[in-house]
């Protein structure tokens, strides 16, 4: 080799040195090999008054932050508006995110679109309501029959054989709805008398009229069980109205202000509290290992606290009943 | 001895890149973990620093809000109707006239400080005077046997401060606050307490901008060990999180490093002794270290360029190091053939220029020796030839010398001239102005000379014959071949012999040789001598003997070794001795 060509080669040496001394000193250099996550997550609801998702929310956003990804929240306005959920979705799987993170306002009506979302490769997790068909890589969220069958043995233990009960349930063909009347019942048992269920439709208005009717229709009742938020507010105020309040077995699912008043002053007997925050935190965290390609299980109970006026105060069901948003 | 034959892993080449790689992975090696470790060291160390420091005026902070605070309920219980109120105890009318007032004094403390939630005093019997007068308080549980309201500390002593929680003391509020108590007694008896609830909010405002990196963040606990604040409460009650809290109390004031939730985490921490609360900083040990992680790769990558420019500039070195020294080596193989005259050129300006040039020098020496030593060996060999031709001739001379002093004594004068005549001619041929080699048609004249003078002693006991086709005249021999030969051929064949002997003398031309023969008809050879011949072991007890030794060794000087004598043998009927020599056309100068 000739020493001119040494020469030359000695410079673009040094030369490549200084180049890569400059970038990982003055950049972070190796930062470029990171990729940028996104995750969507399509909720049932962006209207700010269901507490639920908004503390479902938080916790998605507080795991994107502790993971260092990026997460967009969006959802129809009202439970109900499926379609715009659907099309919500659509447009969600056109910007091409690395995993959607769905809360399925209708049990079998998102399917296609979710099967839509794995055909484009975009990873699909579902949380709180989940879907008919197994797209969903991961559930995440509450066993529904776990938790009504929590509800239903503590009504089971305050009662005598034979009782009437009455179940306010929501929507007739919602998974959650369904599985939680499973739970309940199969908690039960035989040994009582199970009224046919009344559904709300998730109306606080209808809730509070239909329970007014059961109590003056059945004099004889002796336990309600309301299975979700809104059914259980109009239940509770229908029960706080009646002669009965505090002597009749109202249990219910979820809280708010109004029914953890209901709980100190013993109207609310018991209440089974989700963990919204939970599943949100772990609904990204999921997605967050699933585009890690990191093994996911198909299913992910978040859990939940049957509340009784008497471990309210606890530190950690504080935190359950009074989330501090 | 070591076996060098193997030679590709001792090859200068690769113990170039050998030594030089492994001198470079161990300098990297020691400079990266030396450099890790101190890098290491300097991170922790700073960040504690750091985290401490922030720590410590974290605490001032809290320190000097919440004695702020304390000093507040301080002005509550100096005021003069509070102290009435307390001591009226039972007098209900006096009560009922203070309280508006009292009232109104803690609404406008409440009104500067928008951080209180609320500011009540709470009596034994139930009653209260809560800073909001619409206040009412929530029935459902009984204030007496909260934790705030059985630990309030005397007026003299420290208030008690809990760690946040949800008030539920007023109806319809559910606020996360922070509560500070204070009992004030009558009597000796415990009266009451003054409650200070402090909005959660600001608590978290005063720390949650507090970073340690991205992933780092404060928290605290009070001395039973509850969280105060934590940035991720949700995630702590939700059993999501979990920190290392019996340690960090047992210490109160310090650094450990823990394992938790799967990543290394370093706590540093700090108490304060008005709140008895520890603050804790929490830092990612593996973000702290972010920057090693950069430092190790770009020295990684710092390695592997520095690995292949090594690899690179020892193959080039060897290359010219090597290179010569393989030109060298192909150089002195051609010498070791005998090739004495190439000129050794390795293109080079190193060391190994300056051996080719010694072996140039060196190979020239050794071609002058060779020469000198072929010029001295020719000078003895001819020395050696002029003695062996010397050899020859003195009986021969006694003895014809002697025949002719016969003739002469028995009167046969033409016959001793003849004898004389031919003498003279064998002479002079033979000594032939000192020339080696002589053309055949002398060569015949000479050995005629010799034949007549012996047949001329022997009377007629012998006969000869000469049969050498004129045409082989004109090519060259060595003298005295063939007389030896011819010599040897009437000692053996005639001289002894009753009957008379013939010698026939012939010369005849092969592809590449003449051929030279001497047949006597004598008695042959034995069997046993015949071998030893053949074997090329000539007796030389004898003259005859002699004789042909002394021409097998001028052939084999002359000519050499493949020119030899051939022995052939009839016992009873005779025998035949030669030998062939080279076409020789022209003499040598």
Redesign the interface.
Known sequence: ?KPSR?IT?NIL?VF??LL??YF?ANM???SFFKREYNVVLVMKTTERISEFWMILE??AI?SAE?L?INIEITGPDLEDNIQQQISIMEEVIESRPDAIILAATDYKRLVPVSALAREKKIHLLTVDSFISSDDAECEIGTVNEAAGAKLGAFVSGELNGGDTVALISFVADSSPAIEREQGVRSALGNSFRILDTVYTNNNIDLGYTETKRLLAEYPELKAIAALNENSAVGAFRAVKESDRAGEILFVTFDSD?EM??GL???IIKATLVQ?P??MG??AVQMAYDLIRKKPVPPSIDTGSELIT?DNM?D??N???????I | MRDYSKRSSYSIRSQLIWTFSAMLVLEMLAFGITSSILFDRTLKENNNNYVSQMIFQMNGIIDNYISYMEDITSVVMQHEDVKDYISSTGDSSVRKALKPGIQGFLFSIKEIRKDLVNLILLFEDGDFISSNPEDRLNETFDFRHENWYLNAGLPFQKPYITSSHVQNLIKGRYPWVISISRSFHNQGEKEGILLLDLNYDVIQELISDVEIGEKGYLFIINPQGEIVYHPRQDLIYNDLKHEKIDPILAMKKGSLLSRVDDEDILYTFGSSADTGWTIVGVSNVKELLSGRRELQNFLWVLTLLTFTIVILISTLLSGRIVKPIESLRKSMQQVEKGNFDIKIDVQCDHEVYDLAEDCNIAIRKIKDLMLQNEQEQELKRKNEFKALQAQINPHFLYNTLDSIIWLIEDNENEDAVRMTEELADFFRLSLNKGREIIPIRQVIEHISSYLVIQQMRYKNKMDYRILVDPELYSYYSLKLLLQPLVENAIYHGIKNQKKEGLVVIRAVKEENCIRFSVEDSGPGIDPETLQQLRAGEIPDASRSGMGLKNVQERLHIFFGNEYDLFFESNPGKGSCIGFTIPLIKEPPQ
């Open positions: 080799m040494i080669l040496i490549l040195f890569i001394y990982s972070s250099f190796f938080k916790g507080q502790d260092g202000l953890i008043q100190e002053d013993g963990k925050y939970n935190y772990l006026r105060y530190i950690k504080q935190k359950l009943l009074f989330p501090s």
